[in-house]
């Protein structure tokens, strides 16, 4: 079985925003994916927020083509009302870190891929940075 990686909004934007130093370790990731040895999951909320954060730096039409590229080789996975009230009624200090673990918890990853591990502390799965993962594997 694939192992199922739930990618974290802040490590989509290093990606797509080619944040130094972070870039080099979410691009290998990234790379594992696009051969088919892992799958990339990702929020339907983190589209909207790394757009956001891409268009400050560049025109619409390069984000949007970053995020169509991105799409190809990673798995959408939606908010639902359940997701929301876990989120609602959760311990997280942060309600969007709550909507992703519950989203992660909801696809059946294996991993959470952030760069903010303490915000996850009560993880049933674990969370790693994208840079643990590649040691974790000896792909680094």
């Given at each position: 079985?694939?192992?199922?990686?739930?990618?974290?909004?802040?490590?989509?934007?290093?990606?797509?925003?080619?944040?130094?130093?972070?870039?080099?370790?979410?691009?290998?990731?990234?790379?594992?994916?696009?051969?088919?040895?892992?799958?990339?999951?990702?929020?339907?909320?983190?589209?909207?927020?790394?757009?956001?954060?891409?268009?400050?730096?560049?025109?619409?039409?390069?984000?949007?083509?970053?995020?169509?590229?991105?799409?190809?080789?990673?798995?959408?996975?939606?908010?639902?009302e359940?997701?929301?009230?876990?989120?609602?009624?959760?311990?997280?200090?942060?309600?969007?870190?709550?909507?992703?673990?519950?989203?992660?918890?909801?696809?059946?990853?294996?991993?959470?891929?952030?760069?903010?591990?303490?915000?996850?502390?009560d993880?049933l799965?674990?969370?790693?940075?994208?840079?643990?993962?590649?040691?974790?594997?000896?792909?680094?």
């Amino acid at each position: 079985m694939k192992i199922r990686l739930f990618i974290d909004t802040n490590v989509m934007l290093d990606l797509l925003g080619e944040r130094v130093p972070f870039y080099d370790s979410i691009a290998k990731v990234t790379t594992l994916a696009d051969r088919g040895q892992l799958s990339l999951v990702v929020s339907s909320l983190s589209y909207s927020t790394v757009s956001y954060f891409l268009t400050k730096y560049e025109n619409l039409d390069k984000a949007k083509n970053k995020l169509r590229k991105f799409k190809i080789i990673s798995e959408i996975c939606s908010l639902d009302e359940l997701i929301i009230e876990k989120g609602l009624n959760s311990k997280f200090s942060h309600f969007e870190d709550s909507l992703q673990y519950f989203s992660a918890l909801k696809s059946e990853c294996s991993i959470l891929i952030t760069r903010n591990g303490k915000d996850y502390k009560d993880s049933l799965i674990p969370i790693m940075t994208a840079e643990e993962f590649l040691k974790s594997i000896n792909k680094k």
